[in-house]
């Protein structure tokens, strides 16, 4: 089984670091030992059980989402969001060395937790966090997401299944994001630990909820960029 690590690293101003490390199987993207070994009661599946959730809790007995959180929840719930630090992020592919804030860093890397969790929902991700891309802007969001939903339709008629036209399926798999972070929310709250795990999540929820719009903006704007593809040949 191979095994790539992808480390956040949160340099504060007083020099003191904070380190995030995921090991993650190569072949399916699931994190490795980083679930903890006794999951707090916030995360049992029945606990704010999302609405779409297809999950049987005789068979799964804590949310997936909720799992890859709780450690993150444990070591960062208490940092200010508005602190800046610098980030270095190292994959095995690259290094990236960045200024951002600590809601900025936690927010980036809670989109890979959520992406590798066994949530049906946040699983169309899989793809995209293959790819990681720390710190991503709005525009490359929306690229990496649409390129990674056109690419899931293409598997799909390889398969022999019928794919989409459309966006739409896209924009309906981030409407059930958006249930998923408001009951990840909810878990928090309800668990008294509104912090900054819960506040980088409504981050999350914002988005979700503009993807639709946002999408079509950025889409139309890139274009151009595609004239080529529009040639008869």
């Known amino acids: 089984m191979e095994i790539s690590k992808v480390q956040y690293k949160l340099v504060f101003a ?8 995921l090991h993650l199987r190569t072949d ?18 029945e606990n704010h059980k999302c609405a779409h959730c297809p999950l049987d809790s005789h068979k799964h007995v804590y ?18 969001l ?18 951002a804030t600590v809601q900025k860093a936690l927010g980036s890397f809670i ?5 590798s969790s066994d949530c049906p929902p946040a699983s169309y991700f899989r793809p995209v966090a293959r790819f990681h891309l720390p710190l991503a802007n709005e525009a490359e969001t929306i690229f990496r997401a649409v390129s990674a939903f056109a690419m899931g339709q293409f598997v799909r008629r390889q398969a022999g299944k019928e794919g989409a036209t459309s966006l739409d399926g896209l924009f309906e798999i981030y409407a059930d994001l958006e249930i998923v972070n408001a009951g990840l929310s909810a878990r ?7 912090g900054a795990i819960a506040k980088s999540l409504m981050e999350w929820d914002v988005f979700s909820g503009m993807f639709p719009l946002r999408a079509e903006e950025v889409m139309e704007k ?3 960029l595609f004239s080529a593809y529009l040639q008869n040949k």
């Open 188 to 194: 928090l709250k309800t668990a008294d630990l509104d």
């Open 28 to 45: 399916n993207l699931t994190p490795v030992a980083w679930v903890p070994s006794k999951p707090p009661e916030w995360a049992a599946l």
């Open 82 to 99: 508005l602190d800046t630090v610098k980030l270095v992020v190292k994959t095995a592919d690259r290094v990236v060395v960045v200024s």
């Open 14 to 21: 007083d020099k003191t670091e904070k380190v995030l490390e």
């Open 63 to 80: 949310c997936p989402a909720a799992l890859n959180l709780a450690k993150l929840v444990d070591e960062c719930n208490d940092m200010d």
């Open 111 to 115: 989109g890979l937790l959520m992406a």
């Open 222 to 224: 890139m274009r151009p």
